[in-house]
């Protein structure tokens, strides 16, 4: 295993990366080297064996060890592993992450040699409900069926699959099953080819993409880390943005706990809905502004029809 990607700085400490894969061990040598804090210690409880399954069943490539090398693994479980050490080298972590892992143009850039022309969300759910029969059929593990997948398909992800595969990735899953397992799974093999983009608009789509989740990202962060449990009951709104001024193509805004995004078909379905709870107060401001506009066009005249 090489370094082929850039490494992480963490506490002055360098931590190897692989892909998309981080050693443990450096981590854990710049958690402060522990005895109790071995990658070994930590994989052994339930909760990063959990979290391990559920990152195996999306088809994400998690963990790997080899002898003399050490073990690499995803963002999710280093972030998991860092929190697991102490909350002060979790904060480092997640710091470092935000800072330098959001991939960029420059890091993966156009190649002749990729087809780019991906699999659509629908094929890419197809796969996956075929993953599920082969592994509830009992033929195989998530983690062995992905892996198997991925490398008989060279590629690191199922989403990565060039959409010239999709019949033959359904092939192959369909191989596994015994009869009657695949009856339920309806196939795309009829979905259009999607159009092949030029160099340009690629680039333009990673970078728009990649500016787009760090603005999530962080986020989600900030308000996990402010210490209070509304996070998990906020609502977010992302916007996209042409403004040239702005640095960023993408905008994310809390949506208050009073507020809420609608269509004007649905705002009139909701105020006649008895079941959408509104105040009088609210329901008297709502008539008065609409007896004020009404009032406005009329007294206008034709011109006025657009107030």
């Not at 994400?60 to 280093?78: F, H, M």
């Amino acid at each position: 295993m090489s370094n082929s990607t850039p490494a992480l700085t963490i506490g002055g400490a360098t931590v190897r990366r692989v892909g998309d894969l981080f050693s443990l061990n450096d981590l854990h040598k710049a958690a402060g080297g522990e005895a109790k804090h071995k990658p070994s210690e930590w994989l052994r409880n339930q909760q990063a064996q959990d979290l391990l399954e559920e990152i195996q069943k999306a088809g994400i490539p998690a963990i790997t060890s080899k002898p003399k090398v050490g073990t690499y693994a995803s963002r999710e479980l280093v972030i998991a592993y860092a929190a697991w050490i102490s909350a002060a080298f979790h904060l480092k972590v997640i710091r470092v992450f935000l800072d330098a892992t959001a991939p960029t143009p420059a890091q993966r850039p156009y190649d002749p040699a990729i087809d780019y022309t991906r699999i659509s969300p629908a094929q890419a759910q197809d796969i996956k409900e075929l993953v599920h029969q082969v592994v509830d059929s009992g033929v195989q593990t998530f983690g062995e069926t992905w892996n198997r997948l991925h490398h008989k398909f060279r590629v690191n992800s199922y989403l990565e699959l060039p959409a010239t595969k999709y019949d033959e990735v359904c092939a192959y899953l369909r191989g596994k099953l015994p009869d009657g397992y695949a009856n339920s799974v309806v196939f795309d093999t009829g979905a259009p080819m999607p159009p092949v983009l030029d160099l340009q608009r690629i680039h333009a789509a990673m970078q728009t993409a990649t500016q787009a989740g760090a603005q999530v990202q962080q986020a989600v962060f900030e308000s996990v880390l402010a210490g209070n449990d509304e996070w998990k009951f906020g609502r977010w709104l992302l916007s996209f943005v042409t403004d040239s001024k702005l640095a960023a193509p993408a905008v994310i805004q809390r949506v208050g706990h009073d507020e809420f995004v609608t269509s004007t078909r649905q705002l009139i379905d909701c105020i006649n809905d008895p079941g959408f709870l509104l105040s009088n107060t609210e329901l008297a401001g709502l008539a008065q502004a609409c007896t004020n506009r009404l009032a406005r066009r009329l007294g206008g005249g034709a011109g006025s029809m657009a107030a």
